[in-house]
């Protein structure tokens, strides 16, 4: 439910912020705008406002249309043609198509501005012990190490070092770190990313790197438990300290954590401390499903160090112009390594495994926002600036083939004949339809095969 209703709210803001966009430059340029549709297809219901406008909610709920008057879809009165938009001159019509991008670009924009002004905790770039054999072992990366800068480009948090990889991974195949040990000795590794995807949606690049995030080894120690879960209904209680499982003796949470996944619904034994007293119950892990694999589950929270978390996050927060400056930029530096892995992907330097689709949309919609409400606002700019560069892609049926058709029209003085726009409808129509079934049948490997 939380994943529908996530994806709903995305859905409906990213499509009212676009056709919007649409909608109040065409009303600017003074063209009469017939429809404003929420959905595609049947319409579902309806709202007749000013100027002649119908507001409506139509049953497909994946886009969104702006219908205005012309003359090349219906028959327009005499009085009317001032107001159509085929009449108005072709910078109004380009004003009017490039709207809807651009008003994503601007919501992303004040949505990233809103994160940096309000702060967002984020994790310190500190890295664990990388597995032998991998590219960040070979560069002599150490359990704790934090990385400060990617290629001289510092990075402050673990989303700016996975960025900075991709970005400068992808194009120079490796990448120099500066790194800080935690007795503060400064360092530089080189990170040979030679045969490895960093775009590859499928899997961990980084892990395949040998990069994850540290955390600190927690004991195997209660922090709380779920209501009515197999832990609560076996005894176990905040503050109990696990010994041993079955005989076998226990020392870290993961240690825990490792024997209750392999045993769903086999009863355990857990010999347990609390409060200086020893103490036995029997609990059974509930089974539960992740993805391919049946697990168990007991429903427990580890206690954790709050100081030793402390260390490893911080609080992000920036005055109002330096936020806009940064939220500016992002949003630029999104749009431009967007327009460069779209690139990559015609030209067969990306998987087109990469393509994703409304399954997997929702799937990260859902899971940003149980993670709260700003990682669900950043998937948010995020989505935002990825619809704005998808819709002024030159093919027809976007809004970059009616920029493509009218920036002709500009330089040459005189419309496209329409033998040529309908065959690039066509073609565009075709194009669409292979991108929405090579990125529907990714979301379903993705859903069904783990």
């Not at 600017?28 to 429809?35: A, E, I, P, S």
């Not at 400068?168 to 800080?180: F, I, K, P, S």
């Not at 899997?203 to 955390?215: C, F, N, Q, V």
């Not at 329409?418 to 075709?430: F, L, P, T, Y």
């Amino acid at each position: 439910m939380t994943t529908l209703l996530a994806f709903a709210v995305t859905i409906g803001i990213l499509v009212v912020i676009h056709e919007y966009g649409h909608y109040a430059v065409a009303r600017l340029c003074g063209v009469k705008v017939l429809r404003f549709s929420v959905g595609f297809g049947k319409v579902i219901a309806r709202h007749q406002g000013r100027g002649g406008t119908e507001w409506a909610l139509s049953a497909i709920p994946l886009g969104g249309y702006v219908k205005m008057l012309d003359e090349r879809e219906g028959e327009v009165a005499a009085a009317e043609l001032p107001d159509a938009f085929n009449r108005k001159p072709v910078l109004q019509r380009m004003a009017i198509v490039v709207a809807g991008p651009l008003a994503n670009l601007i919501l992303a924009v004040l949505l990233y501005w809103g994160l940096f002004v309000y702060g967002v905790t984020v994790l310190r770039p500190v890295v664990s012990a990388p597995a032998p054999g991998t590219p960040a072992a070979v560069a002599g990366l150490a359990n704790g190490d934090t990385v400060t800068a990617v290629n001289g480009v510092a990075v402050e948090d673990w989303q700016g070092l996975h960025w900075q990889l991709l970005k400068q991974g992808l194009r120079a195949g490796a990448v120099d770190l500066e790194t800080r040990s935690p007795d503060g000795h400064l360092a530089f590794r080189h990170l040979d990313l030679a045969g490895i995807d960093l775009a590859d949606a499928e899997g961990d690049p980084l892990g395949r790197i040998g990069l994850a995030r540290y955390l600190p080894e927690f004991a195997a120690r209660i922090g709380d438990t779920l209501p009515d879960s197999p832990a609560a209904r076996a005894g176990l209680q905040a503050g109990d300290t696990v010994l041993a499982i079955d005989d076998t003796p226990v020392a870290a949470w993961e240690e825990m954590v490792a024997i209750v996944r392999a045993s769903p619904e086999r009863p355990l034994r857990f010999r347990v401390e609390r409060d200086g007293r020893p103490l036995e119950l029997t609990v059974t892990p509930a089974a539960a499903q992740d993805r391919t694999e049946r697990i168990g589950r007991i429903g427990a929270t580890p206690h954790l160090d709050e100081a030793e978390l402390a260390r490893l996050r911080a609080e992000v927060r920036f005055g109002p112009v330096e936020a806009m400056q940064r939220a500016l930029y992002r949003t630029w530096d999104l749009s431009a390594f967007s327009l460069e892995m779209l690139g990559r992907l015609v030209i067969g330097q990306a998987s087109l495994k990469n393509l994703s689709g409304p399954v997997t949309i929702a799937d990260y919609a859902g899971k940003s926002a149980e993670a709260g409400l700003a990682a669900f606002i950043g998937f948010l700019a995020l989505i935002s600036v990825s619809l704005a560069v998808l819709n002024l892609l030159p093919i027809p049926l976007l809004d970059g083939g009616h920029l493509l058709y009218y920036s002709a029209e500009f330089l040459t003085g005189r419309p496209l004949p329409d033998s040529v726009q309908a065959a690039g409808q066509k073609i565009g129509a075709a194009l669409l339809a292979a991108l929405m079934m090579f990125a529907l049948f990714n979301d379903l490997q993705r859903l069904f095969a783990g």
